[in-house]
């Protein structure tokens, strides 16, 4: 329960605020409760602003809108150039800014993403450390394993994932963030500590229509990130210098080419197991695992470089 003036700290809006208690907030209105706030935004299928009236009816106290209205209304009806930007700030306000109390690596690239953070995951865990996992295969909760029907949730749900967490205990998150996410501003006020960049290839066009908006929607992660925080790109892949040069961030590459922080040699692979050397900063150990594939090599040295990062030694991780 917040009030809704301090909901509204850090978002530019036209309207009056003052300070009536917001019990919950929803984008969807047939989810609207009494005391909530709801936020209309220009969906895919439907525009909400078409069912201000419906949520107001359910119990909504305010309304947060990006269109302009004659119809006047007994309760505070605040405008926003966009909503769904709005909507993150709202969220992150509400939820008490949680993933700023959580070490947060972002993993983004068309293809890796999910077994990625499946690795890390796991080698913290072993390592007894408390974390968790939010991807395409859902949130990794403290009561098990949820669906949440997106591999990046809208900002509302993933706001309330990092207060779930925080209030559990819980002091590492090992996220997917998917370009659609990016570039439709869920992850605009979470808090990434590192960042980890697999690839890119053509997919997902009919979302951003060309490569250049696709890898633009990757790029925005490492823009945001600041010069305390850590990117880890894949050098083999021809987007990664152009990320290279966009960022502030610390950055710790991995690849095939030995120019690499980090990099494979003696690879043997058969169909039921992977045996290789890594090569990371004048040392080398034995790596041997279940998964196969080159693909799965770069999975597992993007890994091994944000668990180094995260405070574990070489001879933990590669145990785990």
């Known amino acids: 329960m917040k009030k809704l003036n301090s909901i509204m700290v850090g978002i530019k809006y036209s309207g009056q605020v003052d300070d009536r208690l917001i019990e919950s907030i929803s984008y969807d209105s047939r989810k609207i409760k009494n005391n909530s706030l709801f936020i209309a935004i220009n969906g895919f299928e439907t525009n909400g602003h078409k069912y201000i009236d ?4 359910a119990g909504a106290v305010a309304v947060l809108v990006d269109t302009n209205f004659n119809k006047k209304y007994s309760i505070p009806i605040l405008k926003v150039k966009n909503t769904r930007k709005a909507m993150s700030r709202v ?6 800014n949680c993933s700023l109390n959580i070490k947060i690596t972002g993993v983004t690239g068309t293809n890796g993403k999910t077994t990625t953070i499946q690795l890390i995951n796991h080698i913290l865990k072993t390592n007894k450390y408390s974390t968790s996992a939010l991807g395409t295969l859902g949130f990794e909760g403290p009561g098990g394993v949820f669906n949440t029907g997106f591999t990046t949730p809208e900002s509302l749900e993933l706001q309330h994932i990092f207060q779930t967490l925080h209030y559990g205990g819980a002091t590492h998150l090992n996220m997917e963030i998917s370009s659609h996410a990016l570039s ?22 009919d979302f951003h229509k060309t490569m250049d908006n696709y890898f633009k929607s990757k790029l925005k992660l ?9 990117a880890i790109i894949n050098n083999d892949d021809k987007y990664s210098k152009k990320i290279i040069d966009k960022t502030k961030a610390t ?6 080419s030995s120019d690499s922080d980090i990099f494979p040699t003696n690879i043997e692979m058969s169909l039921f197991d992977s045996k290789f050397l890594i090569n990371y900063k004048n040392r080398t150990l034995k790596v041997k695992t279940n998964l196969i594939g080159d693909y799965n090599i770069l999975n597992i040295l993007a890994s091994i470089l944000v668990c180094k990062n995260l405070g574990l030694t070489l001879d933990q991780i590669i145990n785990s």
């Open 222 to 230: 490492f823009q945001n990130l600041s010069s305390d925080k850590i």
């Open 54 to 57: 419906k949520a107001i009816k």
């Open 251 to 256: 950055i710790f590459t991995y690849g095939f």
């Open 184 to 205: 439709l501003n869920r992850v605009d006020d979470v808090d990434v500590d590192l960042a980890v960049f697999t690839n890119l290839t053509e997919e997902h066009l």
């Open 91 to 96: 969220a992150a306000n509400f939820f008490n």
